[in-house]
């Protein structure tokens, strides 16, 4: 069930692709979330939706916020954000990048490499700094292992380097993977990252959980309350085995707070029947991979699909976006059924889309401009006016 501000904004027609977006659905998903995890420090994920309204919105809350480069500050710090509560997540720092956080107000960093931490007591000596750590990402829809983060024992290493350079050690930090359906591994991970804390020195380190709580996009998953549990079950284990002494928690949601409350409404362009290669329609939208749909790269994430005004027998599809390039197909294996009746100027929508669309929308690929954002109360925001 939609809310209130997003049905108000669907009922309205105006040019299509556009994102309608209700800040008050992100209020309360961190209303429940924080009830679940208690006294858990909250860091909202900007990249998933760096919307304004959003962010005034967390502004209000008490938030803080997970930033990963000066204009994300800067975005944080207009709406109101006081910058110690700001946290720079992003170990993949340029030179003079984490002085200039610093110079805003910025206090707290990340960091996962030996170059990075000799940088950073360059630059911002004194710092708060997390050491993030690599962990088993599995049940995650876009696994993050790689990339990012140091095995164990690079980890307990850097921890030491971060203490001895004239920066402060806080605590660790590690990434489950995005849309991670298993508290399990979160748990996991959890015993990991204090069995490193505690050989690192800290008896009481903070313990930042990252990102990746999911959302019900198709199909259920588990409540937050259930990787609350797991969470501090793992935390108590750590103790009782004399790893650390406690452990002060924060957590990274973007997806769980942005996603409920944006609809994105596109409109079909051509509905084709392509004898020879595929026995089912094909459907081509006025948005696709390249307008805000870059999640669906691999058929990640699989938005539930819905046609207002069409109520009759579905059939499959295979779902597309506007552009000419091959790989702009939304959904090919996913199974997506429409009415059979379905007509090239009809409207589609997409839900649970407000996170990781307009701020993964191609600046004008092929012609097609970013997505829009349309407010309750406030207009629209982005992309090209229309």
């Known amino acids: 069930m939609l809310s209130p501000g997003l049905e108000k904004l669907l009922a309205t027609d105006r040019p299509t692709p556009y994102l309608a977006l209700d800040p008050q659905v992100v209020r309360e998903r961190y209303r429940a979330l924080t009830a679940a995890f208690g006294d858990a420090r909250v860091l909202y994920a900007v990249k998933a939706c760096p919307e304004p309204a959003v962010l005034r919105a967390l502004v209000s809350c008490g938030a803080g916020f997970d930033v990963a480069s000066q204009a994300e500050i800067d975005l944080c710090l ?167 002494d406690g452990a002060t928690l924060l957590l990274e949601p973007g997806r769980a707070l942005a996603a409920p409350a944006g609809v994105l409404r596109a409109r079909v362009l051509r509905v084709s029947r392509r004898p020879g290669i595929d026995h089912r329609r094909w459907v081509y939208l006025d948005v696709g991979r390249y307008q805000g749909l870059a999640e669906t790269e691999g058929e990640a994430i699989g938005y539930p699909v819905r046609v207002p005004g069409r109520d009759g027998p579905c059939g499959p599809v295979v779902l597309a976006g506007p552009t000419c390039d091959g790989d702009d197909v939304v959904y090919r294996r996913t199974p997506v059924a429409l009415p059979l009746d379905l007509a090239a100027g009809d409207v589609v929508d997409l839900l649970t889309a407000g996170a990781y669309t307009s701020s993964y929308a191609s600046v004008a690929f092929n012609g097609f401009g970013p997505l829009r954002v349309v407010l309750p109360q406030e207009g629209a925001s982005g992309g090209l006016p229309g």
């Open 78 to 244: 207009a709406a109101g954000a006081d910058p110690a509560l700001l946290q720079h997540g992003n170990p993949v720092r340029g030179p003079g990048a984490a002085a200039r956080a610093a110079a805003a107000g910025v206090t707290r960093f990340v960091t996962d490499s030996a170059e990075d931490v000799d940088a950073l007591a360059a630059e911002v000596p004194g710092a708060r700094v997390q050491v993030r750590l690599s962990v088993d990402d599995t049940g995650s829809a876009t696994p993050f292992h790689g990339k990012f983060g140091a095995l164990p024992g690079e980890a307990v290493a850097l921890l030491r380097r971060v203490a001895a350079s004239g920066l402060r050690a806080a605590g660790v930090t590690f990434h489950a993977g995005s849309q991670q359906s298993r508290p399990g591994t979160y748990a996991a991970a959890v015993a990991v990252a204090l069995r490193v804390a505690g050989a690192g020195g800290l008896r009481r380190p903070e313990l930042d959980l990252g990102g990746g709580w999911p959302v019900a996009y198709r199909a259920a998953v588990p409540p937050p309350a259930d990787y609350a549990a797991a969470v501090r079950a793992a935390v108590a284990g750590a103790v009782a085995a004399g790893d650390v």
